[in-house]
């Protein structure tokens, strides 16, 4: 749990454009837009004590203020095209925003299954192992033996070597991406997301979905049902 003096930022990305899916952080899921979910989860979060959004759309702002969230300013058009990266966007919000947080907790709209309880276990997490940063994650489906490079069609290498294949399938340590729903970093030590010490929070296959397009969110609609 966070300390009372502690200043805990959610700082929610949504910018407007999207080629997988156009309009996607507004489109109604389960009766709201798809970015109040990650708003009502940060607003339920015991250690979050502000929740602002960086975007560039009037729409996704209005949205936002609706569900709770604060949109202080607009992101400038060169922060929300299809190349800008996640940390000129970050380092951009903290710079306007201008205020001193003590740990800032970036979460994206499209990861609508990510709770306020997830947040929480991430956040005490990382204060346990006493880490600059964490990040959720999700088990790989497949083992890492099972994963190979191509040249020309060809097999080319695998992520482990021949000698070094487990002779059964479940004797295979167990692999983990990056999931997208949150991550958790100081603001004065913040360069990369992932660094040697950060802190992995690993969140089931379900809870881990990732909205990029239409099956996407007819996927997350499915799991909400159940």
Not at 57 to 64: G, H, L, P, V
Request: with cysteine.
């Amino acid at each position: 749990m966070t300390d009372k003096s502690e200043k805990v930022l959610a700082l929610i990305t949504a910018r407007g454009g999207s080629k997988g899916l156009p309009g996607k952080n507004i489109i109604p899921l389960k009766g709201k837009p798809l970015i109040a979910w990650t708003i009502e989860a940060a607003k339920n979060a015991k250690v979050i004590t502000d929740i602002v959004v960086t975007t560039d759309d009037e729409r996704i702002a209005q949205a936002s203020i609706e569900a709770g969230a604060r949109v202080p300013f607009m992101r400038p058009p060169e922060l929300a095209t299809d190349t800008a990266g996640s940390k000129e966007v970050v380092l951009h919000a903290l710079d306007t925003l201008n205020e001193r947080y003590d740990y800032v907790i970036l979460l994206q709209p499209t990861s609508p299954l990510r709770t306020a309880t997830h947040i929480d276990e991430a956040f005490a997490l990382l204060k346990k192992h006493d880490a600059p940063s964490c990040v959720s994650v999700k088990e790989s489906e497949k083992p890492a033996h099972l994963f190979f490079t191509l040249s020309n069609q060809h097999i080319l290498k695998g992520l482990v070597a021949q000698d070094q294949t487990p002779a059964r399938r479940q004797d295979a340590p167990p692999l983990y991406a990056v999931n997208g729903a949150l991550y958790i970093f100081k603001p004065d030590q913040f360069e990369n997301f992932i660094t040697p010490e950060t802190i992995g929070y690993v969140m089931g296959q379900a809870e881990s979905v990732d909205i990029d397009d239409a099956e996407d969110f007819a996927y997350a609609a499915w799991r909400m049902s159940r």
